[in-house]
């Protein structure tokens, strides 16, 4: 199935852009970047394949392979964009949704008494009850009234939706009621999305496993569409080879698979730069990475252990919680187009509004007046008004001093520079704390860490964000500005799937446990290696989520490989490095098997991203502010280093929209996939 | 200092509270405190100034500006040593808001000195006292509300003074869950330690000092310049607040709260003359709660962009009189008077300074509302084994109704004010104790009409698993509903009933002692809803016919809420397949 002498094509379909790579079957890589249609993304996606055609000059019979990653579900989520959709529960639990966990603890400010609590997702008109009820082992104390299913079914037929969720209490125990439920609405509602709690996310906690159904739900009609009109689309352009969808777990899955769970597909953007920091990894030999991203209105953080991505089980998603596996990513508003401002009380803050791409920052001269982090970035030297973006978009120096200088210069008293320097330094401190939080909360020390940078704006701040936490080493990869793109190429197939237990460890055979897993890793194999792997070696790891009786949240670990009679200590390990203790003597509870299956199906081969150069000379010099004013540095083009470059700072090494600034004792070094290598 | 420096320490101080308050609610025992967030952490300079917290829970929060200050000058900062961690939850010795709030206070050393101080704070379950949660309006002094822990050392340079843990823990009704605990509260305190101490050694002493002290002064003049732009006057409200509904003798009459507020130029004070004397039963607030119920509503009506920390509070002045319900004396009990009066003071205050800031008052709230406590032997052997308790004490916060806002309805079933508990998943209070819920669920008609409409309660339907078990409501607005803004009609008052066996259910009163209940039993919580803004004549129809719709009004609500004509009720209910 994987004909290796076929090109394969990643699509990145973003807010604002579409990024394409095409890599060709002797790993030459073509990159494009096309204007993504907001109102319908497949035109995009459609038309950056057309363009990676033309830019080839290969034949879409010749591609075999398409990576497709999107901010689609995000965005539907976000902009309350989602199908119509009803809710099913049992009788008494309708307005659990609405309710939630009746805190605020996803409020900006606590002390704010004009909050806009976000929207139920599903209307209270749409929520309807039926008589059934389990108790809490999963035994029947009532059983599903189906007279009253069809009452709900009728009305469900009228009121114009186009999914439904059902959510019973303790189904994750026992889905014979949720089973029968779907199956009668299917019947009655053909033209419905219908989908039940335990297949999405089987586990207790009946808000957050409600909350992650309807979000399904909600998905269902209009990703399916998505799904059709995409593979639609490339067909049309000439493609007929294997069509894979990146999933929030970092991973491609089959268009089958995310059809029926486009829960999955929520992080289906960012999580394509982690499968490309996997490779990294896998190339420099350092497995344990902190990956930044930085854009234009944020600056994301997630983290690679071991070369595998680091996962969570639940999400907050625009304040409505979602659970299902995902890369762990973290958000902070401090991207290039974040705003800088002043107080009343003379405080530097920056956002959490944004000049986004549009005005976008002063220095862009469409009308933006506030000073922006890449204004700043731009009047200390750290980019480059002639050269960004390869010189054709030739930014506005003047526009950017005048912002800062009204702005913020004049209301601290201090020079232009220096306060462009304090917006600088703030940024910093927000985006450290971010890579901070990521992994001191997670029980690491960031010190044992590389730092891998990536997006547009990523390079120009790694290096002082390294060594704020005290890191030995930046990498920055060829066409950081496309990162994602490349992930989607060599991603693996990868399917999860779990299920519960809540048993007490001391009660629980081997047998059972052994048992379970076995059903899991089954039904992983078969869905990970479905629609064209078939054959492929699939790699499955077994994982368990434990917690002590009486806590109600549950680590999740690795199987252990001695085995059964090593899960507890396994489970105290994991809960001694991220608590500093544990509780011998506490029963331990069983909450959820888990099976991670990964097809090792993406692009091994070398990447030659970019032409390597001939001539390590710097072309120019350019004055680049530090504390004690400007000072002038060569800068070398980052296309004209050949593999094996060492050069020691200070020095600039300028790239499409992005510099990097070495210090004295910096050295950077380019390895053989165009990798640069800076050790501080 | 340079501003570069301070931004980056001032963050970081912000940072090393968020760190604190999740290492503790990922490492505690009760359900309350992990997935309830009932939990708070601070950070202090060398002097106990309050210069960061977390996003937490502001009552907490609050009162520790004056706990922590307590705890300190009680133990004597000159026997502190590095690794040291004080407890206290006592509000007579050490300035807490009420007894099942616990302090953990630890002094951070740098080269030998204090530089600065942490805080963590968690609801503890059970703290021991009359019945089981704790949670009890109907004691006769502090003594019956629970252990009272003096500020006392708990861990001498990060080991456990084992003779201290062992009597606290032990006055309590599951001390192997206050164990889980005090080890979170006690990683939060060690995290934040670590993190404070490292930014001084990075930056130095020094500037981490003159960090703390700009912060305070960057935040007060954040704050006065806020308060500047309220309109200079004297604004005045009053209200009544019911009594514990106790035993033959017991103080019946209701108690009055009032406040006169003053404004003028670039700083607030609040007089509480009028207010009436402390009373029996636990709803006195102590000085520190009545601080913090005044600091919160001066942060909400200001600017809630200030960077909060104790200098916002330099602005604002206070005075309570000694012995009154909002400034008690020993020995009187207090426990919901953090949780239920506390807020009825917001709404007092909301109300006064509704002609000053019209924009930035909201409609009475359901106030409190803390609890439903249940507290029993727990009759499931299969259940013991597997939870480790044989005693099953639950506390369950409960959602009322948020007020309208002068632009938008309010909120449906929610914390308000100074409480921020969450509650727990009815899967895990089922699988953790011998209770069935049989229903959660919105209650039409309880957020006050109002050209916007206030937030609706909820109601929650227990049935007792338990074979004897005491049950404790709390609540508060039994009799006084909350009442609305600018014409805005008043929400639903606070339910509660247990129904035994097949009898009739019968009516519990909001503050009370405890009831024995049995299984088979039912037992209903329904805290209280909202109140409405503005004429409810001029809500826009699109939004009746929309609560009509959600079934969040009932069709009987039209005429008699919102002053329709019948022919326009009759239209809307046609609209929305009513009729």
């Avoid at chain 2, 307590?70 to 509000?91: F, K, M, Q």
Wanted: proline share 6%; aromatic share 6%.
């Amino acid at each position: 199935m994987y004909r290796k002498a076929t090109a394969r094509v990643g699509i990145d379909v973003g807010g604002t852009f579409t990024d394409v790579v095409l890599v060709t079957a002797e790993g030459e890589v073509h990159t494009a970047k096309v204007p993504t249609t907001p109102a319908d993304r497949v035109i995009g996606a459609v038309a950056g394949f057309r363009r990676i055609l033309e830019i080839s000059g290969l034949p879409a019979s010749s591609v075999g392979f398409i990576g497709h990653g999107s901010t689609m579900a995000t965005n539907m989520v976000v902009e309350g964009t989602g199908a119509p959709s009803a809710l099913v529960t049992t009788r008494g639990f309708r307005d659990i949704l609405e309710l939630r966990r009746i805190a605020r603890h996803d409020r900006a400010d606590l002390y704010d008494l004009s909050f806009s609590n976000p929207k139920p997702l599903v209307p209270r008109r749409h929520r309807f009850e039926v008589t059934e009820r389990l108790n809490h082992r999963g035994e029947v104390m009532l059983p599903l009234d189906m007279a009253d299913l069809e009452k709900v079914a009728e009305e469900i037929a009228t009121s114009g939706v186009q999914a439904v969720a059902i959510c019973f209490l303790h189904s994750f125990l026992n889905p014979e009621h949720e089973r029968a439920a779907a199956a009668l609405l299917s019947a009655r509602l053909p033209n419905c999305f219908v989908t039940a709690s335990h297949e999405i996310n089987p586990e207790m906690g009946e808000y957050e496993r409600t909350s992650s159904t309807v979000m399904n739900a909600m998905l269902g009609p209009v990703c399916a569409r998505y799904i059709r009109n995409l593979g639609g689309g490339f067909a049309d352009a000439g493609f007929n080879g294997e069509l894979l969808f990146m999933t929030s777990n970092g991973g491609l899955a089959h268009a089958d698979l995310v059809a029926a769970r486009p829960v999955l597909l929520l992080e289906s953007g960012p999580a394509g730069g982690v499968s490309a920091a996997l490779r990294v990894c896998e190339r420099i030999g350092s497995p344990d990475l902190i990956l930044g991203d930085m854009g234009g209105t944020t600056f994301d953080v997630s983290l690679v252990r071991g070369a595998r991505p680091e996962l969570r089980t639940s999400s907050l998603l625009h304040s409505y919680t979602v659970r299902a596996p995902s890369i762990d990513i973290d958000s902070i508003g401090a991207g290039g187009g974040s705003i800088a401002w002043i107080d009343a009380g003379g405080g530097v803050r920056i956002g959490p509004q944004s000049a986004g791409a549009d005005p976008g920052p002063a220095c862009y001269g469409r009308g933006g007046a506030r000073p922006t982090v890449t204004d700043c970035n731009l009047v200390l030297g750290y980019l480059d008004p002639e050269t960004f973006l390869e010189g054709s978009f030739r930014l506005d120096l003047e526009a950017a001093r005048e912002a800062i200088r009204v702005h913020l210069a004049e209301p601290l008293g201090i020079g232009i520079p220096e306060a462009a320097g304090t917006v600088r330094a703030v940024a910093n401190a927000l985006m450290a704390q971010a890579m901070r939080l990521m992994t001191v909360e997670r029980g690491h020390d960031p010190r044992e860490f590389t730092y891998l940078c990536c997006g547009g704006a990523g390079p120009v701040h790694a290096i002082d964000l390294a060594r704020e936490l005290e890191m030995r080493r930046v990498v920055v990869p060829p066409a950081p500005g496309l990162f994602s793109a490349v992930g989607m190429v060599v991603a693996d197939r990868q399917v999860d799937r779990q299920a519960a237990l809540e048993r007490e460890l001391s009660g629980l055979a081997e047998s059972e446990i052994e048992q379970g897993f076995k059903e899991l890793e089954a039904d992983t194999r078969k869905v990970l290696l479905a629609g064209g792997a078939e054959g492929v070696d699939a790699v499955l790891q077994r994982r368990l989520d434990c917690r002590y009786a009486g806590q109600p949240d549950s680590i999740s670990f690795e199987f252990p490989d001695q085995g059964y009679a090593a899960i507890r200590a396994a489970f105290e390990g994991a809960h001694r490095r991220l608590w500093n203790f544990d509780k011998p003597d506490q029963p331990v509870i069983v909450n959820n098997l888990r099976v991670e299956g990964r097809a090792p199906t993406g692009w091994r081969g070398d990447l030659r991203l970019a032409p390597s150069g001939s001539a390590p000379e710097p072309w120019r010099e350019r004055a680049v502010f530090a504390q004690d004013g400007y000072r002038r540095l060569p800068v070398y083009r980052r296309s004209d280093l050949p593999v094996g470059t060492v050069l020691p700072g200070p020095i600039v090494i300028e790239e499409q929209s992005s510099s990097i600034l070495l210090g004295e004792n910096d050295t950077a070094r380019v390895d053989d996939a165009l990798n640069l290598l800076i050790d501080l | 200092m340079d501003i570069v420096t301070y931004e980056i320490l001032r963050n970081g101080l912000y940072a090393a509270a968020r760190e604190m308050k999740i290492a503790m609610m990922r490492t505690a025992g009760s359900p309350i405190v992990h997935s309830g967030g009932d939990a708070s952490a601070a950070v202090f300079d060398s002097e106990m100034q309050l210069v960061a917290q977390g996003n937490d829970i502001p009552t907490m929060l609050g009162s520790a500006v004056i706990s922590t200050k307590a705890s300190v000058e009680a133990i004597g900062r000159d026997r502190l040593r590095p690794g040291d961690v004080i407890i206290s939850n006592d509000v007579y010795l050490g300035g807490g808001n009420h007894q099942p709030d616990v302090q953990f206070t630890r002094p951070v050393f740098v080269d030998g000195d204090i530089i600065a101080f942490v805080m963590t704070r968690g609801h503890w379950t059970d703290i021991g006292g009359q019945a089981p949660g704790s949670y009890t309006a109907m004691t006769w002094d502090i003594f019956a509300e629970g252990v009272r822990i003096p500020p006392v050392l708990l861990y001498r340079e990060d080991r456990p003074v084992e003779d201290v843990m062992t009597l606290v823990v032990q006055n309590t009704r599951d001390p192997s869950v206050r164990l889980l605990d005090i080890q979170a509260q006690y990683a939060g305190c060690f995290v934040g330690d670590r993190r404070i101490a490292a930014m001084a050694r990075k930056h130095g002493v020094q500037a981490l000092r003159d960090a703390m002290t700009r912060a305070l002064d960057h935040s007060e003049q954040l704050m006065r310049a806020a308060i500047r732009a309220i309109p200079d006057g004297v604004y005045e409200a009053e209200d009544r607040v019911e009594p514990v509904a106790g035993p033959a003798g017991w103080p019946t009459a209701e108690i009055p709260i009032k406040v006169k507020v003053t404004k003028s130029g670039d700083s607030i004070h609040f007089d509480y003359a009028g207010t009436g004397p402390q009373t029996r039963g636990g709803i006195n607030c102590p000085f520190s709660v009545t601080c913090n119920s005044t600091w919160f509503t001066v942060k909400a009506i200001t600017d809630v962009s200030i960077p909060i920390n104790q200098g916002c509070y330099r602005p604002v002045s206070i005075d309570a009189p000694q012995g009154s319900l909002v400034n008690c004396a020993f020995p009187a009990s207090v426990v919901a008077g953090n949780t239920e009066t506390s807020p009825r003071l917001i709404d007092l205050l909301l109300r006064a300074l509704a002609p000053a800031v019209p924009e930035r008052v909201v409609g009475q709230s359901n106030c409190g509302a803390f609890s439903g406590i249940f507290g029993g032997a727990d009759p499931d052997a299969v259940r013991v084994r597997r939870t480790g308790r044989s005693f099953v004490g639950m506390i369950d916060p409960h959602a009322g109704g948020m007020g309208a806002r002068a632009d938008k309805d309010g909120v449906n079933g929610i914390r308000v004010y100074v409480g921020n508990a969450g509650s727990t998943a009815v899967e895990l209070i089922e699988q953790t104790s011998p209770l069935t819920v049989e229903e959660w669920a919105l209650v039409p008609d309880t957020g006050g009409a109002g050209e916007f409409r206030g937030g609706l309660t909820s109601r929650r339907l227990y049935r007792v698993e338990y074979e004897e078990a005491t049950f404790t409501a709390c609540g508060e607005r039994g009799i006084h509903p909350p009442l609305g803004q600018f014409g805005g009609a008043p929400g639903s008052t606070f339910a509660c009933e247990i129904r035994r066996g097949s009898g009739d259910p019968v009516r519990i009163p909001a503050k009370a002692g405890h009831e024995i209940v049995h299984r088979g039993d039912r037992v209903l919580m329904q805290p209280a809803g909202s109140g409405g803004y503005g004429d409810p004549r001029r809500r826009e129809r699109q939004a009746i016919l929309d609560d009509l719709r959600d079934g969040y009004v009932t069709p009987l609500a039209l005429e008699r809420d919102y002053g329709l004509a019948s022919t326009e009720a009759q239209s809307l209910l046609r609209e929305a397949d009513l009729a």
